[in-house]
């Protein structure tokens, strides 16, 4: 990641990488460039940095454009400038997403993987899932069940450090996301559920459901709560 920050070329990848960059791929190209693995310079520049600086500069890094600036072929990742890759909208399901399947390698097929936020489930029996208020821990906005699939949370307040400051970035305009607090998001796999929480910060859902099969749950700024029609649950607020 250093040396891509540093100077243009040709980077090789693990061979699963290829499924990360492309649901980012999908992402960016259903929120109108919204979501992008290339928001890690601005974030940098707003403190966000590998010392937590957590400054506010009013002069953010612009974010560039995918089509600009990567593109990914045969298990390699070209650049065609200086980039500082930022894959936490989806890396962590991704993360759990790998556990489950070395569970399943070794013969287990009933199991819960719960990265705090990011889980995955499988097995005969669903699980009920509280949705944790962002504004009061002590509190849900709802339950949901899960069955064999993934459910991941996002909440701007979880890694804020000033006024309207947090690691959620439009990729469009370089800003912190205002309108959504907190997302949870459930799909198949816990990559596309992590990368569609933060994807739902930033896009209607009617227009993520073009591309994705999930159902969500998002509370926005003014205290509203929006659920997805067929969502396996309810909410208290």
């Known amino acids: 990641m250093s040396a891509i920050a540093r100077t243009p070329g040709s980077y090789p990848f693990p061979d699963d990488a290829g ?10 190209e259903a929120t109108d460039a919204a979501v992008s693995p290339l928001v890690g310079r601005t974030l940098e520049t707003m403190g966000y940095d590998r010392g937590y600086s957590l400054r506010a500069l009013e002069q953010r890094a612009p974010v560039p454009r995918w089509e600009d600036s990567i593109a990914w072929h045969d298990g390699a990742l070209t650049t065609l400038r200086p980039l500082v890759l930022d894959v936490g909208a989806a890396g962590k399901g991704y993360l759990v997403d790998i556990v489950g399947r070395l569970l399943v390698a070794a013969g287990l097929h009933e199991f819960v993987v719960d990265a705090s936020g990011d889980i995955v489930h499988a097995g005969p029996a669903p699980i009920r899932v ?37 690691h959620i970035i439009d990729a469009t305009t370089g800003l912190p ?3 959504v ?18 994807a739902l910060f930033l896009a209607e ?3 993520l ?3 994705f099969d999930f159902d969500f749950v998002r509370m926005f700024a003014t205290g509203r709560v929006e659920r997805s029609p067929h969502l396996n649950g ?3 607020v």
Do not use: Q
Request: glycine share 10%; aromatic share 8%; with cysteine.
């Open 19 to 28: 499924e990360l960059f492309e649901l980012y791929r999908r992402l960016y």
């Open 181 to 198: 607090i907190a997302t949870w998001a459930m799909a198949k796999t816990g990559l596309e559920a992590d990368g569609l929480a933060t």
């Open 130 to 166: 509280a949705l944790e208020h962002p504004l009061d821990g002590t509190k849900a906005v709802g339950v949901v069940e899960l069955a064999n699939g993934s459910l991941c949370a996002s909440a701007s307040n979880r890694r804020a450090w000033g006024d309207g400051l947090h």
């Open 209 to 211: 459901a073009h591309t």
């Open 234 to 236: 309810e909410l208290f």
């Open 177 to 179: 996301a205002d309108r």
């Open 205 to 207: 859902p009617a227009r």
